[in-house]
C-alpha cells in the first residue's frame, strides 16, 4: 500500500454503516478532526431564515475526505481540481454585500461548500457551468435543508445533527468524477465493484464537540448521472441537484434502507426539498422506482428530441456483449493480447456480462482464454458459463446447461467424408466437444496447435465416424485459393437444400444445418436469460457474425472483417491486430475513450 493511502487509512476508522439501494449507495465513516480553517470575511448573510447563515469560500484546506480524493488521485497519478478558488466569483459577492441587512449580534453560521472536479472530467465549458451552478445551488440547498430539521417529526431520521447553535461553521465538499473514479470507492469502502450515481461519506464526530460540523461529502459520477438523466427525460444539471438532494439528506440522518417508514419520510422529504428549492425532477427514491416499474420505456423526451448537455457523458450501458473468437477477439497468431484481455476484465469489473459466440468449440475457447486468466468464475468462459459455439448449433445456458443443440443430416456428412477421402483434403468432424477425422494431416494438426480446438480423434471409417457421434458440422481445410475456387461452388451446389455453407475464415469452409447462424443461437441465449436486445452488443468479423451483428442494438464489425459484414454493422471498429475488441468496450461500456470509430457510411 502506497505511504500515503496508509497513512490515510491510519486516520480514517473503519465505516460503521453501509448503504446501497438499486443505483445508490450511502457510506458512513467516522474520522479524526482536521484543524479548523481559518475565519473568512465578507460573507454574505441568508435573510428571511431561521437559522442566520452566510457562505463562505472554500477554503485552501481540503475537508477530510478532500484530502483522500486527492490522495487516491495521486494514487493513480490524477489530481482534483478546487473549483472554488476559480470561481468565487467577486462581482457576485459585490452584489450581496449590498443588499445585506443591517448587522445582528445572533451568532451566524458559515456554510463553506467546495466544489472539486475529478481530473479524468473534461476540462470545458460544460462543466464550469455545472460547477459554478453548484457552488450556488449547494448552500441554498444546506439552508432549506437545515431549517426543516427544526421541529422535525421524522421518527426514522438518526437525529445526532439537529441543534445547530452549537456550530460555528458546516463544511461540505460535493466531488464530481466519472464511473471509474466512484467504482474504486465503491470496491474501497463497500467490496462493491461497480459503479453508482451517488455516494455518501459522513465526517461528523459527535463526541468531539467541535465547533466545525464536519458534514462530510458528496460524491457523484457525471457519467451515470448523464445516463439517467437521459433515461428520466431531465437535463444533466437536473439530476446532479437530485443526487446531490439525495446525498446531502442521507449526511443529515436520513437512510432510506432501514425499513419501509424511513423510506417514506426520506422520499417526502427529498420532493419537499426539490419543491421548495424549484428544481425539477423527482426525488432519487421515486425516480429509482419508476425506473425499476417502466424499465422498457423511452430513453428519449417526448419530441424525440435528446437532451441537450448530457449525451456528451452519456454512453450506452450495455449489459451483455456477445464476441466471436477468430478474427475478432483472437488476433491473427490467434492469441488474446494483454490489452484486450484487461478491456474484458474491465467490462466484467463493471458488471457487464461477456459471452462468447463462436464457431469453435467450447474446449477451444476455454485453451485460448485460460492463457490471460479468463475461464472460470468471475471470467469470460467456464463449463458452467453461457455461450453460442459450433456456430450457434450448441448453447449453453445459465449454470451451463445445454439449451439448444442441432446436427448435421448424417447424408450430407457422409457425402463430405468421401469427397474428403477422394481429393485428400482435410476434413474435421465437430461433436460438442470432440473433433473427428479420416486421417493426420498437418492442417488437421494446426486446428489443435493454433486454434486450439480438442485434437481430432483418427476414426477407421466413415461409418465408424458417423456411429461414434452426433455431428453438429464438418470443416474443410485448404488454401484461400482451393476453397475460393473448388470447394465453395461445388458444396454450394452439391448440399442443395440440406445444408448451408458458410465461411468465417478464407481458407476453411464449414458445412451446417440449414438456417443455422450464430444469430438464431444467440437469439435463443437471451430468451433464455430473458434479456432484451437492447442491452446487447455484438462484436465480429466474419459472415457468420452478420446476423447476430444485426440482431443486437450495437453491432460493430472489425476493419479486417469481410465487406458484407461491414455492410450490416453499426459501427466499423479496428482491426484484430489493433485490439478492435478492447477499443469497442472501452468506447461504447467502460465510456473511457470519445466514441469516434468509423461508422460504416465513413469506410
Not at 31 to 53: D, E, G, K, V
Not at 119 to 143: F, G, S, T, Y
Request: glycine share 6%; hydrophobic share 40%.
Amino acid at each position: 500500500m502506497p505511504p500515503l493511502l496508509s497513512r490515510l487509512r491510519g486516520s480514517l476508522r473503519p465505516p460503521f454503516r453501509f448503504h446501497h439501494h438499486r443505483q445508490m449507495a450511502h457510506i458512513l465513516s467516522r474520522a479524526s478532526p482536521s484543524p479548523p480553517s481559518a475565519a473568512f470575511s465578507s460573507n454574505p448573510t441568508f435573510s428571511h431564515s431561521l437559522i442566520p447563515f452566510r457562505i463562505s469560500s472554500p477554503s485552501l484546506k481540503s475537508s477530510i475526505f478532500g484530502g483522500a480524493f486527492r490522495l487516491l488521485c495521486r494514487e493513480n497519478e490524477r489530481f482534483t481540481k478546487p473549483f472554488g478558488r476559480i470561481l468565487a466569483s467577486q462581482r457576485g459577492y459585490r452584489k450581496l454585500r449590498r443588499q445585506r441587512p443591517a448587522k445582528s449580534k445572533e451568532k451566524q453560521l458559515e456554510l463553506s461548500v467546495k466544489i472539486c472536479i475529478e481530473e479524468e472530467l473534461p476540462n470545458d465549458l460544460e462543466m464550469m457551468n455545472i460547477a459554478e451552478m453548484l457552488r450556488l445551488d449547494v448552500p441554498i440547498a444546506m439552508k432549506l435543508a437545515f431549517e426543516g430539521l427544526k421541529d422535525s417529526e421524522y421518527k426514522t431520521r438518526d437525529a445526532t445533527i439537529s441543534d445547530l447553535g452549537g456550530f460555528e461553521n458546516v463544511e461540505l465538499s460535493v466531488l464530481l468524477c466519472n464511473d471509474e473514479f466512484i467504482r474504486k470507492l465503491n470496491k474501497e469502502w463497500r467490496d462493491e465493484d461497480h459503479a453508482t450515481d451517488v455516494l455518501s461519506m459522513s465526517q461528523h464526530i459527535p463526541e468531539l464537540k467541535l465547533p466545525i460540523l464536519m458534514l462530510g461529502d458528496i460524491v457523484i459520477s457525471i457519467e451515470t448521472a448523464a445516463r439517467q438523466a437521459e433515461e428520466r427525460g431531465h437535463t444533466l444539471l437536473d439530476e446532479i441537484r437530485i443526487l446531490m438532494v439525495h446525498g446531502l439528506l442521507h449526511l443529515l440522518g436520513f437512510d432510506h434502507e432501514i425499513s419501509d417508514e424511513a423510506e417514506v419520510e426520506m422520499e417526502k422529504e427529498e420532493e419537499l426539498l426539490l419543491k421548495s428549492l424549484g428544481w425539477k425532477g423527482k426525488g432519487l427514491i421515486q425516480s429509482a422506482y419508476d425506473a425499476e416499474t417502466y424499465s422498457n420505456s423511452h430513453s428519449e423526451n417526448l419530441d424525440g428530441r435528446k437532451k441537450e448537455g448530457s449525451l456528451r457523458f452519456y454512453k450506452p450501458k450495455f449489459s451483455y456483449i456477445f464476441c466471436d473468437m477468430d478474427g475478432t477477439l483472437l488476433n491473427s497468431k490467434s492469441q488474446i493480447s494483454a490489452i484486450t484481455a484487461n478491456a474484458l476484465k474491465e467490462a466484467l469489473s463493471r458488471g457487464v456480462k461477456v459471452v462468447i459466440a463462436t464457431g469453435k468449440a467450447r474446449p477451444a475457447v476455454i485453451t485460448a482464454l485460460k492463457t490471460v486468466d479468463l475461464v472460470g468464475k468471475g471470467g469470460v468462459v467456464s463449463e458452467f458459463s453461457p455461450g453460442v459455439f459450433i456456430q450457434g448449433l450448441i448453447v449453453y445456458g445459465r449454470q451451463g446447461r445445454r439449451i439448444s443443440k442441432r446436427t448435421l443430416d448424417p447424408d450430407v456428412c457422409r457425402e463430405a467424408f468421401h469427397y474428403s477421402c477422394k481429393h485428400e483434403v482435410p476434413l474435421i468432424a465437430f461433436s460438442e466437444d470432440r473433433c473427428l477425422t479420416l486421417f493426420d494431416h498437418p492442417l488437421v494438426e494446426s486446428l489443435h496447435t493454433v486454434y486450439h480446438e480438442p485434437k481430432a480423434e483418427v476414426m477407421p471409417s466413415v461409418e465408424h465416424l458417423l456411429a461414434s457421434a452426433e455431428i453438429q458440422k464438418v470443416l474443410f481445410l485448404d488454401t484461400a485459393e482451393g476453397v475460393a475456387t473448388a470447394l465453395r461452388p461445388y458444396w454450394s451446389e452439391a448440399v442443395g437444400g440440406r445444408a448451408n455453407v458458410v465461411q468465417s475464415q478464407e481458407d476453411m469452409l464449414e458445412i451446417v444445418p440449414p438456417g443455422t447462424s450464430k444469430g438464431s443461437g444467440v437469439r435463443t441465449l437471451l430468451d433464455h436469460l430473458n434479456v432484451p436486445v437492447q442491452e446487447v452488443m455484438a462484436i465480429g468479423d466474419g459472415e457468420n457474425d452478420m446476423e447476430m451483428l444485426e440482431l443486437a442494438s450495437l453491432g460493430i464489425a472489425l476493419s479486417n472483417g469481410s465487406e458484407k459484414t461491414k455492410a450490416v454493422a453499426n459501427v466499423i471498429g479496428l482491426s484484430n491486430d489493433e485490439d478492435g475488441v478492447a477499443d469497442a468496450i472501452y468506447r461504447c461500456v467502460c465510456a473511457l475513450l470519445e466514441f469516434n470509430l468509423n461508422t460504416k457510411d465513413e469506410s
